[in-house]
């Protein structure tokens, strides 16, 4: 196990110099903390709330295709140290491994998990009008999972009952 | 009773003859165990999120110190390096990084049952430790790692061979992953029946404008 | 998958596993390489009916990525069951050809290639040709229609097919988890419906965490005997008696828990409900069909092959959650208000008798068991099939009320219906008669009489719910049926009036579907309204419910099915 003792010297370091770095800055920054240091920049607005901060869902299918890139390396190197007793075998192995894991970046491609597209492409899909109506006074926003792209929402089965309007029905067709 | 189930000499120290090997196996066990108790009792999802990569990391010690140096590294990789950063993903989407609360209990009693049921759990790894000569089979199928050819040479042709099927097969699990991943990350469009009273009144006004515009 | 195409690369000729040469880092030789190159025979024929699914999964997916979204709608499921219908044609060609040479393991010794296994990629292949039947009419309903679904029926049909064919434990819980993790996924299918997320991620936990258990027990197991495969355990437990067998006897236990839960027996049976529940109706008849086979098929093969000699150990074991498996599956059916759950809980109770058929440890119980399976594909795909047609757009109504008076608005499908009722409770001239008595008769001669007398009693207390629904079927809704529902009773009893958020019954008792339910004598059902009289059977699934009836009749009063399953017995 002598090979790992460089390793465990540089976990040694690295902690330590963390640690030297914290308690540097502790030491030596001067730390005079008022309310409106440490409250977040809102343009001026006090915050009323904390917002939790939203991620697209593509971002789930680029760690997916990380993920299974990475599984594959993991095989691929096994494979590679014993490649010249495996021959054709181990290529054809390989190749197949290889076309699996294609197929399936193609899929996530095809669902756009590469497709960040430009904003007014976002804009375009907007379901409730964005501009003010003559009759109301506040501008509605229309909900942010609906403005995603690329898994743009299902146009919602009409229902026939008349007394409702399916989301989605409130932008004008113009 | 337990002290003196504790007292008894273990038998792994028969198999880790050597100091360095027994100290990396402690290291280990302290790390895993400390990771895995950090993972249940605190509170912040992104503080066990970041237990886990030392009880992950621990799990890696004891690959080196039973000579599987390939899969330590892949352990590292993979769990603390992937699977491990999908989940802090994940807790910061769903926007929970902050102190959970659990003071609400959905079955009554499921605490001090965990509790007892986790004792005798524990008990009864004591009891069977207390049996020191387990019978056990022939020798291990994949070959003796003390041969010739390193470490990573082995598990490729035992990958590459024997278990060529499983390995084809994994390929399917990853494409259910993919697939996985687009059924379940896909927008919610739901029913107008299943909107929440806010989105519904939204919806109403929003048809009322339109009515309003078209007169 | 299809890497395994490499042997036609290497050419026909056939070497031995690899001895290796021998290797030192950094230095190979150049006769080495040549002579001795690693590899093992790779016999397609085995693995046919798996590799047609795996690859048609995988041409869906390619297909789906070239094709712009929804150009057509009835494509993939047109695709899938052709493949399963390609991959039901390849198991009846390994049933002749295991017929023709001996049994063997394959591929690395990795699989069993035996009639056994080959009767479990027929029984999965079917079970996948149904289930995609369903799910297109289903799927379309409900606007869920694409290319997912399919891909994960097929590949989930693939892990199950593996775990059937395993001949070690690593195939066993690669398999298990292939089959799960894509189960899983299909549970949680139905975007709109919260029940269905909340199922599904339900099933994930406890499933996950019984795949925990399972291989814990795999890791035992090997421990006690030092090797995953299940020829390779038997002989050594044949050859060897352990003085101190704590390790085999704990990793035995902890894989009947985990290959109990995916068959949901009894104490690990809670996730079943709600899972059934939760999931689209067309993947819950395909899970119970499928996820119960390979479980079981898991269970024969690590009991029956590995642990064979171990039987007074597992015996004993089997019976107790045969016998808790029957009685709470049929008591707690009755009690159910919910179709889907009652079916879960009907299920769980049929799992019991091939419980029986596995703890009578003999080949009258295998082949007993193996038809029980078989017959339950065919009964629950169309049982299912009936419950998406009646349940209404959006699973409206699963309760029983649904069902009420198809009788009148469907005869035919009523009397389908009622032959499905009638074959899980075992009533004679049905395939669930003959099923259930085999397994009993296999249990009485291993002189196991307590538990044959049990099952025969689980079946006298099942028989009373599944009459109930046939009887409900052919009541009256006590409605003056030659008026038009008005339009308050048809919203009320059918969907959700959008737009409010108002609980049913308010606008129940404007129609005259609240005098149905408040009129209702026996009380013993809380009736809503019953739904307006049209339900569109469509083809695909028409010709579904044809042939699981004519199966289920057939089978009853013939005995090539049983003598099929009575071939499958001799294990590898």
Known sequence: MDQYLPIVLLLVVALAFAAGSFAASKLLGPSRPTGAKTGPYESGIVPQAPVAARFPVRFFLVAMIFIIFDIEVIFLYPWAVIYHQLNTFGLAEMAAFALVVFVSFAYLVSNGALDWGPVKKLARKAPVNLTRTTTSTVRRVPRPDQLIDGMSPRPVDSEPEPTAEPVGAGAPEA | ?215 | MIGLLSHTLVGQTVQAPATGCQVTPGKVTGLCQAFNSLHIPVEYRTILPLLVLSIGALVLLVISAVLPKRSRPGLYPLLTVIISGLAAGASVFQWIDVGNHAATKAIGNQIFYDRFSVLFMLLISVATLFGALLSDSYLQREGLDGVEAYVLMLLASTGAMLMAASAGTIMLFLGLEIMSIALYVMTAYHRRRAASGEGGLKYFILGSFSSAIFLYGAALAYGATGTTQFDEMSVFLARTTLPNDGILLGGMALLIVGLGFKVAAVPFHFWSPDVYEAAPTPFTGYMAAVAKAAGFAGLFRVLLEGFHSQEANWRPAIWLIAVLTLLVGSVLAIAQRDLKRMMAYSSISQAGYVLIGLQSASSQGTAGALFYLLTYTFIIAGTFAVIGLVQGEGEARNDLGAIRGLGRRRPGLALVMLLFLLAQAGVPFTSGFLAKFYVIAAAVNRGQYALAIIGMLAAAIAAFFYLRVGLLMYSSPEVDETKEPTDGAALAGLRPIPGFDTPREPALSQGPGAVAASSDGDGAVALLAPPEGRVEIPFTVGITLAVCAAFTIFAGVSSPVLDFAKHATTYF
Not at chain 2, 124 to 146: C, F, K, M, P, Y
Not at chain 2, 150 to 178: C, D, H, W
Not at chain 2, 209 to 215: G, Q, S, W, Y
Request: glycine share 8%; net charge neutral; with cysteine.
């Open chain 2, 1 to 215: 009773m337990i002290a003196a189930l504790l007292a008894t000499p273990q038998p792994m120290s028969v198999h880790l003859a050597h100091a360095s090997a027994w100290a990396v196996f402690a290291v280990g066990a302290v790390l895993i165990l400390s990771g895995a108790l950090g993972v249940v009792l605190l509170r912040n999802p992104v503080h066990c999120a970041l237990m886990l990569v030392i009880t992950l990391f621990g799990i890696a010690l004891e690959f080196i110190d039973q000579s599987a140096d390939f899969l330590a590294a892949v352990q590292i990789i993979v769990y603390a390096g992937a699977v491990v950063i999908l989940f802090l993903f994940v807790i910061m989407f769903l926007g929970v990084d902050r102190r959970e609360r659990f003071m609400r209990e959905p079955f009554r009693g499921q605490k001090p049952l965990a509790v007892i049921l986790g004792l005798i759990t524990l008990a009864e790894i004591l009891v069977l430790s207390r049996v020191g000569n387990w019978s056990t089979g022939q020798h291990g199928v994949a070959g003796d790692l003390n041969g010739p050819g390193e470490n990573i040479q082995k598990l490729g042709q035992s990958i590459y061979t024997r278990y060529l099927l499983p390995f084809e097969m994994t390929s399917a699990l990853l494409v259910i992953a993919v697939v996985a991943t687009v059924v379940l990350a896909r927008q919610q469009s739901r029913a107008p029946s299943e909107l929440t009273k806010d989105e519904q009144a939204g919806v109403a006004a929003a048809a009322a404008d339109k009515a309003e515009a078209k007169r």
